[in-house]
């Protein structure tokens, strides 16, 4: 057997032994999954224990080095390893901005000391992290965001407002974009990390179409965010004016990973699951058909995303081309559930309708080209950086 | 297998793409193409394509072939229809090669060393109607002595008249729409009772219209098994169908980069019409399809190398994405290059006509839809 070979078959059986049964059946909703911070409420004992067996091997965060609490799995083993939870059907056993974006951002522009105290805690979900960029005047012009921090000696003093901050209500910290420089538009932002707990951090829900209300308005006034937290442990990560570098490689993950909702679900066609209903819609079966050829192109192209990526021979621009085809195509299958669904599909509360399940995720995937930047901003970029197109 | 090329594949891609660019560009196209040549492309080219190892390059290296896959296949491909390249590369060297693989000894030795030298050319007589449902074959396959006796008819032959031998599909048994009781058979060109109509298409290619009229051939004449031609036809399907859509990829890539340039180049309103977000926002979409075609494909040619099983409905699904990005490809770029791009002397619309040609050939984006539905359940 070969090392990878080796891997598999002892990563299924260390999964088979230790990830719970009640584990393995697949999430309803975000709240299904662990999103870690101080406040946690496990849903279930079976919730806790799996990820604290998971955070235990570091396989919160499989890729990440085991010094900063990763599984310090090669992209090989990594893969594996997400195969393998997949064939089980395994949850995720942590959700969290911490994954999916400060935490790179830390590890490519992080101090050594910045990694050792921050990543730990995300990788173990003991810290909720929310990101903090958009503004009520600031959106797909994020660089011309206003919330100003003062240099005050040994502190920052934060004044400002961001807007659809996901999650800052359950959130213990964020990172956040600040100008630190008012004659720079570029560099004169700088990404800050602090507490939510601080004075002067108030955040209100804002209810959503879906029902839910899983982002608010985020207000600082005079909140004191200290330089430092420690020796080498700088509240700002990377260069003080430089943080829109950071913001903007945060933003090729945060893309990445939000392209990745197109797959949805591993399942390899949507239709197999509608057959009753198609069998008298000819129509809705042909819009299906075609779906499902998207659907497995998409996947092929993921994997080629994946491989080039890997191989260093992607375009650096090309994930917001993925977040555009990804996301649109997620609507897509949600408006098809939809019409599969009929009336069924429009109870909003029922019983039957696990709480208007359908119609709640289809309303919630309406969102996916708009965060993270928006589908036009992606073609903006696509069409200027990748395919060089003129014009400023 | 990786959704990368290897090192060797990368290396026949540039051969490949050097050659295809400086000795068929689409001004040899159009050289045979105002010559109402009645083969539809150069024997001379097709020496040549067997000079680079082309034409043998999915026979088996003991045969003499290079003894590659589909994706070395496709890679040649694509600069086929990048620089509308014509030849029977795509009949010959990959559906017929695919279907004599699954012949005997002899009939192997017969046709390979000439498919290999670029002196061969071998058309598939399948379609019976306008459009492509290889299961309806009515054509009739008769015992008669020892062989059979061919009677019904067959258009869309590509390359037909030009063909030194026809592989066609008949039934021997079964009725229409069923998928056994069909045999391939090989027939030979001169063969009594064999009639042709070479038409021009579109595209200016030449498909002949096939009467076969109690054709008499022998029992060496069956390439597979008796009744279960569907097996071999399969493989010859999805090999032309991944072909074709490898194809589609460098026709609508040709198309594409070439609509990009005039974006670039030509000023309305005192700007580069490329600085007009309403064609940027345009062209950005179009390169998306396009690379989710390159990419279904590409997996497609991984199955079929691998044997998978899934080759079949990535497949399907490859022929029908790549003509619908392709054709994608080719309205947008006529429409973004104005007036010019209905003239003739331009070459957006030649790669609007052979798109058009190959979206039909082997099965349209709509037919492998519905094959993408039935595999998956519905
Ligand atoms: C569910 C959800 C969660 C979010 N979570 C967070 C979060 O956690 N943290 C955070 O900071 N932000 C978050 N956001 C905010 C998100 O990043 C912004 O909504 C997004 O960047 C768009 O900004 P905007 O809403 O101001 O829209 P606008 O920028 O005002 O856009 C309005 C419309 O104009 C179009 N448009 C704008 N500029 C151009 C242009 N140059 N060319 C063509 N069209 C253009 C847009 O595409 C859009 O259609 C979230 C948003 C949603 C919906």
């Known amino acids: 057997m070969t090392d990878l070979e080796t891997f598999r078959s002892e990563t299924r059986a260390w999964l088979e032994e230790n990830c719970p049964a009640e584990m393995r059946k697949p999430a309803r909703g975000d709240d299904d999954i662990c999103w870690g911070g101080r406040n946690v409420v496990f849903q279930s004992d079976a919730q806790k224990q799996w990820l604290e067996v998971m955070a235990e091997r570091g396989w919160t965060v499989p890729d990440w080095p085991t010094e900063y609490g990763g599984g310090g799995l090669s992209r090989q083993e990594a893969k594996i390893l997400r195969t393998e939870m997949a064939k089980m059907k395994c949850r995720s056993p942590l959700n969290s901005f911490g994954i999916w974006m400060l935490g790179p951002a830390l590890l490519k522009f992080g101090t050594e000391e910045q990694k050792k105290h921050f990543l730990p805690q995300i990788a173990r979900g003991e810290i909720r992290w929310c990101q903090g960029y958009s503004e009520p005047g600031s959106g797909s012009d994020l660089v011309s965001l206003q919330t100003f921090g003062e240099d005050k000696g040994d502190h920052y003093e934060v004044n400002g407002s961001k807007i659809w901050t996901s999650y800052a209500d359950k959130a213990d910290w964020i990172f956040c974009l600040v100008r630190t420089n008012k004659e720079d538009k570029y560099q004169g932002i700088s990404f800050m990390l602090y507490d939510m707990t601080n004075e002067g951090v108030t955040t209100k829900p804002i209810l959503l179409i879906s029902g839910a209300s899983p982002f608010c308005e985020t207000f600082f006034d005079d909140v004191k965010v200290p330089k430092s937290y420690g020796e080498g442990i700088s509240s700002v990560v990377g260069e003080f004016n430089r943080g829109w570098d950071v913001a903007k490689y945060l933003l090729g993950h945060e893309r990445e990973m939000i392209s990745g909702m197109g797959g949805d679900g591993g399942t390899a066609s949507l239709g197999a699951g509608f057959k009753d209903v198609m069998a008298s819609e000819p129509v809705l079966r042909a819009q299906m058909a075609l779906f499902d050829v998207d659907g497995l192109a998409f996947r092929s192209h993921s994997e080629r995303f994946m491989d080039e990526w890997k191989s260093g021979t992607g375009h650096p621009a090309y994930s917001n081309l993925m977040k555009y085809i990804g996301t649109e195509l997620n609507k897509s299958r949600h408006e098809l559930v939809m019409a599969m669904g009929g009336s069924d599909a429009l109870e909003w509360e029922s019983e039957a309708s696990k709480g208007g399940s359908k119609a709640r995720n289809w309303l919630r995937t309406k969102a996916n080209s708009i965060e993270g930047g928006t589908s036009e901003v992606m073609l903006n970029v696509v069409s200027k950086r990748i395919l060089e197109m003129p014009g400023g | ?378």
């Not at chain 2, 062209?283 to 590409?298: D, F, I, K, P």
């Open chain 2, 1 to 378: 297998m990786a959704m990368i090329l290897n090192d060797d594949q990368s290396m026949l891609k540039d051969s490949a793409r050097e050659f295809m660019k400086s000795e068929a560009p689409t001004t040899h196209f159009r050289e045979f193409r105002d010559k109402e040549c009645k083969d539809g492309f150069s024997h001379g080219l097709w020496k040549q394509f067997a000079e680079m190892g082309f034409t043998g390059i999915l026979i088996p290296e003991d045969e003499g072939g290079l003894g590659l896959g589909h994706v070395e296949a496709g890679i040649v491909l694509e600069e086929v229809g990048r620089n509308l390249s014509p030849s029977p590369f795509l009949t010959t060297s990959v559906a017929a090669v695919e279907a004599l693989k699954s012949a005997g000894k002899n009939m192997r030795e017969r046709w390979f060393p000439g498919i290999i030298s670029g002196e061969t050319v071998i058309g598939l007589a399948i379609d019976e109607s306008a459009k492509h449902r290889p299961a309806n074959t009515a054509c009739k396959a008769e015992r008669s002595g020892n062989g059979f006796k061919l009677t019904g008819a067959k258009q869309f032959v590509v390359q037909g008249a030009s063909s030194d031998m026809l592989i066609v599909a008949a039934r021997t048994a079964g009725s229409e729409g069923e998928t056994s009781g069909l045999t391939l058979f090989a027939v030979e060109k001169d063969a009594a009772g064999m009639s042709m109509d070479p038409v021009r298409l579109v595209d200016s290619a030449v498909a002949a219209h096939i009467d076969l009229n109690g054709v008499e051939v022998t029992a060496d004449a069956v390439i597979g098994e008796v009744d279960d031609g569907w097996s071999v036809l399969t493989k010859i399907l999805d090999a032309g169908r991944t072909g074709a859509a490898a194809e589609m990829v460098g026709v609508g890539s040709g198309a594409m980069d070439m609509t990009f340039d005039y974006l670039k180049q030509r000023k309305q309103f005192g700007k580069v019409i490329g600085e007009f977000q309403a064609l940027q926002h345009r062209a950005a979409h179009l390169y998306g399809e396009m690379e989710m075609a390159r990419s279904v494909v590409l997996k497609a040619q991984n199955f079929l190398d691998d044997g998978d099983e899934r080759g079949e409905l990535y497949t399907a699904a490859a022929k029908a994405k790549a003509g619908l990005a392709c054709n994608l490809s080719v309205r947008e770029g006529l429409q973004m290059h104005g007036g010019i791009g209905m003239t003739d002397e331009y070459d957006i619309g030649l790669y609007m006509k052979r798109d058009r040609a190959l979206n039909e050939f082997f099965g349209d984006a709509y037919f492998h839809a519905d094959r993408v539905a039935t595999m998956n359940g519905y």
